[in-house]
């Protein structure tokens, strides 16, 4: 694998969460440098091996808004 895409939204709590689309990897943070290393640790863990984790992490970054009409 090549790449690994996370999308990543608001927590209604507070602050991202990030989930890795086609694998079971999640992780949260409280802003998005935080989110950004926090991901990079997940995926550490999850491909404990070098040679087959990913060398592109891709973030998709998903900010709603709701205009009252």
């Known amino acids: 694998m090549t790449e690994i895409i996370f ?3 608001n927590d209604p709590e ?4 990030a989930r890795a689309i086609g694998e079971s990897i999640f992780t ?4 998005i440098p935080e989110l950004r290393e926090m991901v990079r640790d ?4 999850h491909y ?12 998709h970054i998903v900010h709603d808004e ?3 009409a």
């Open 7 to 9: 999308l990543v939204e």
């Open 28 to 31: 949260q943070a409280n802003t």
């Open 66 to 68: 709701v205009i009252a």
């Open 14 to 17: 507070g602050g991202y969460v």
């Open 48 to 59: 404990p091996d070098g040679a087959t984790r990913p060398k592109l992490i891709r973030l």
């Open 42 to 45: 997940a995926i550490q863990c």
